[in-house]
């Protein structure tokens, strides 16, 4: 297709876009079932006028075929593999890797329901030579159009891979259970507590041993140990919460209850309570 079809009014919705506009305008759609852009329907117009022209990245499925569409900001996302070979391809084979898993939401949309949403969404792709399981935060959207079947005429996909943002997640969630495995088999009680009002999210076995079973997790240190009140523990925590500064106690008193009613009993106890921060450094805990 003549690149002087960019400058002619009729198809002016095609100019800019950078390298993917140049190269919408320069394929030859009269190979496809698109036939001339001349021809194409309103709603495919503008819907590749906003492609073009946003900054986000944006794929599109247009027709019973699923032809596929995207813009320089969705190109950051393929390799060789698919750049820019499946520019005026069909969806099934453009994708076949993950056809199965994408068709049916595409055909969802298609047949008139409504947008779609998925969050840190795994959709393998190959690129670059080999298979990656990536992650993706996606949504298929309708584009209404009046001639297609189901007032349907293709689907927009608006996207951001989080494959970095996931992998970082599950690495932090590793190393959380990792620790939890190691103060779990601590000879010395270890518990974590959170939040202004100190509720307990980890209790370890040497803990229960000293203190007894007494329902720790989500409830906050006052209402866990009332007979506490008074000795001076519930303020370091609150002054340790507040300023971000460890304490450490040696030989500190304390008379506690090891179940409810039973008479208190008279312990010396070496402990730390430690500030814990976020990535921020604000204290959480």
Known sequence: MPSTYSTQSELRFLNGGGEMGALIRA????????????????????????????QHPVFVFWGPEHICFYNDAYRQYLGPEQHPSILGMRGRDAWPETWDLIAPQIDLVMRGGEATWHENQLVPITRN????????TYSYGP???????????????????????????????????????????????????????????FVNHALIQVFGDRNFIDRPVREVFPELEGQGF?????????????????GMPASIQRTPGAPRE???????????RDENGVVTG
């Open 27 to 54: 394929f030859d759609w009269l190979s496809t079932t698109l036939g001339s852009p001349r021809d194409w329907p309103a709603a495919l117009r503008t819907t590749l006028r906003l492609l073009l022209t946003t």
């Open 234 to 250: 519930f303020d370091l925590l609150d002054r340790v919460y507040s300023t971000g500064k460890r304490f450490i106690a040696r």
């Open 129 to 136: 030579g080999r298979r990656e399981e990536a992650y993706w």
């Open 266 to 276: 008279n312990l010396l106890l070496d402990f730390i309570y430690e500030p814990v």
């Open 143 to 201: 584009i209404d159009d009046e001639s297609a079947p189901n007032g349907v005429g293709g689907v927009i996909v608006l996207c951001t891979e989080t494959t970095d943002k996931v992998l970082a997640e599950q690495r932090l969630t590793g190393e959380i259970a990792r620790e939890r495995r190691l103060f779990e088999q601590a000879p010395s009680f270890i518990c974590i507590l959170e939040q202004p009002d100190h509720r307990f999210v």
